[in-house]
């Protein structure tokens, strides 16, 4: 079946540092979403990106849909202690139900103050 | 109003027990979600509802059972579950994706269910 790929699994990274992580795929996307989740709580939509090359920024994230729409990017600028979570990339395969959303296995970020 | 409501926050059941989980959005969205999610795992989908009709069921055990009263609300029934059912149930919800809407799903705070 469809599946996504995440790089790296976690990171531990200094406060202020800028932080790079992506989402691969087997498989051609339409959307991709990223989403961060804490311990304990559903995840919140960061970015969502519907275009092959369409960059997009959300204050200090910025996302990029891969040209071959089977990949896409996360950077997280000047890191802070709150982005401290599980970064999950998601979308719904081309060839699926637009409503059947999958998402990677996460990127898990540390912050060290 | 831009939430995703979910109700109980936290639930202990037996076996035996029947419990439902409850789901509630005031954003005018017609498709709405059931995820599961395993501690150190991604949300992996159970049920898709859109437009009040079950279009998509990830071959579930029957032992759960979802319901869609109204376009607003989602229920998840739950009848003789095993301990492995114990997990983080989460709810999300979209415009209706493909049909001028989008699928940016936006998620509940979940319940955490513990089956003994």
């Known amino acids: 079946g469809q599946q996504l790929n995440q790089s790296p699994q976690s990171m531990f990274i200094q406060e202020g540092e800028d932080v790079s992580m992506n989402c691969t795929s087997s498989s051609i996307f339409n959307t991709w979403l990223w989403y961060k989740q804490d311990p304990g709580e559903g995840p919140v939509l960061l970015i969502a990106?519907?275009?092959?090359?369409e960059l997009t920024s959300n204050g200090r994230l910025t996302a990029q849909f891969g040209i071959t729409r089977k990949d896409s990017f996360l950077n997280i600028s000047a890191s802070i202690p709150s982005d401290v979570g599980i970064y999950f990339c998601?979308?719904?395969?081309?060839?699926?139900?637009?409503?059947?959303?999958?998402f990677g296995p996460g990127t898990s970020l540390s912050v060290i103050p | 109003d831009t939430e995703v409501t979910q109700t109980p926050k936290h639930l202990v059941m037996g076996m035996t027990n029947k419990k439902s989980l409850k789901c509630e959005q005031h954003m005018g969205h017609r498709a709405m979600y059931w995820y599961k999610q395993k501690a150190k795992k991604p949300p992996e989908l159970m049920f898709v509802y859109s437009y009040e009709k079950l279009s998509i069921n990830e071959s579930v055990p029957s032992r759960f059972s979802p319901e869609c009263p109204n376009s607003s609300l989602l229920n998840l029934h739950l009848h003789a579950l095993q301990p492995e059912d114990s997990a983080l149930y989460l709810c999300?919800?979209?415009?209706?994706?493909?049909?001028?809407?989008?699928?940016?799903?936006?998620f509940g705070p979940g319940t955490r269910l513990t089956v003994l």
């Open positions: 999300a919800s979209s415009q209706r994706g493909g049909q001028g809407g989008t699928n940016e799903q936006f």
């Open positions: 990106l519907y275009k092959a090359g």
């Open positions: 998601a979308g719904p395969p081309y060839e699926t139900s637009y409503d059947k959303v999958i």
